[in-house]
């Protein structure tokens, strides 16, 4: 069993703290056995996409990363997971939203040439990506499976869109976006076991929430309150914390976990 460090965040796009803790029972359960610690963590602003990725990837506040809207369409020019990871010499990989291959790997998004690439030269050096908002959680999650299978990465994001887009047709108050949520804990229950044997540190959190009215971007609790979930491979973990921290520790969290050294730019506490 590897003693890597190795981390595996799953970006669930809009999946909301309540809707979690409801309908996340597998989930739930490692909680309740003290196999996951879950905190609930404050979005920053704007509650949006893009300016979320990279939030969650440099531990900067929009005002300072500048992707301040979905339609600041470049890459990071700031220390990221992606950039830090390679320059360590790790391994990277990402099954994503093309936004995120905008973000890190190549702006803007050629649909043939950057929809699946395995380049060393790359920040994202594994991505395979995908442009529509209804692309199935199924599928995308049996792709970061098969990444993680087939490259062993260091780092791998795994970005569902489901719950965003279940979110934005029938709001946060539906049947529908509800069920996305055990949807998505029955594809992950599927999962976990394999990852934590694989000696993966496990996150699954969000970018941001989604309210009734079928949208988000604003400071309200709906959609600012995302879960964070952390399973560690052969540490226990705390169950529900009641903790609350801020999304700007994501990213130094991450950089801990890969045995990175935290960059000066990434000013918050690592969770761990
Ligand atoms: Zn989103």
């Known amino acids: 069993m590897s003693k890597e460090n190795k981390v595996i965040l799953v970006l669930c796009d809009a999946l909301r703290y309540d809707t979690a803790v409801a309908g996340m029972g597998y989930l739930g359960h490692l909680v309740e056995v003290k196999l996951a610690s879950l905190y609930k963590v404050i979005g920053e602003l704007p509650s949006l996409s893009r300016p979320m990725y990279e939030t969650v990837h440099t531990g900067l506040p929009v005002s300072e990363h500048g992707i301040v809207s979905n339609w600041i369409v470049r890459r990071s020019n700031k220390t990221n997971i992606f950039q830090l990871a390679v320059d360590a010499g790790l391994t990277t990989a990402a099954a994503a939203y093309s936004w995120v291959s905008e973000l890190y790997n190549r702006s803007p998004f050629d649909i043939i040439d950057d929809r699946e690439v395995d380049d060393p030269s790359l920040p ?90 079928k949208e988000h971007g604003g400071t309200t609790p709906d959609v600012r309150e995302i879960p964070l979930y952390l399973i560690r491979p052969n540490t226990p973990g705390r169950g529900d914390t009641g903790e609350v921290v801020s999304q700007l520790q994501i990213a130094p969290t991450i950089c801990t976990l890969l045995g990175l050294q935290i960059p000066a730019s990434m000013n918050h506490p690592s969770i761990v």
């Open 124 to 213: 994202i050096q594994h991505g395979r990506f995908y442009t529509q908002d209804e692309f199935p959680d199924i599928d995308l999650f049996a792709i970061g499976g098969l990444l993680a299978r087939r490259f062993n990465p260091h780092y791998l994001l795994v970005h569902p869109m489901g719950m965003d887009y279940s979110g934005e047709t029938y709001g946060a108050d539906s049947s529908e976006y509800r069920n996305q949520a055990i949807l998505q804990d029955k594809i992950m229950a599927n999962l976990i076991g394999e990852w934590m044997e694989m000696g993966y540190n496990i996150m699954v959190t969000g970018d941001h929430g989604i309210n009734n009215d």
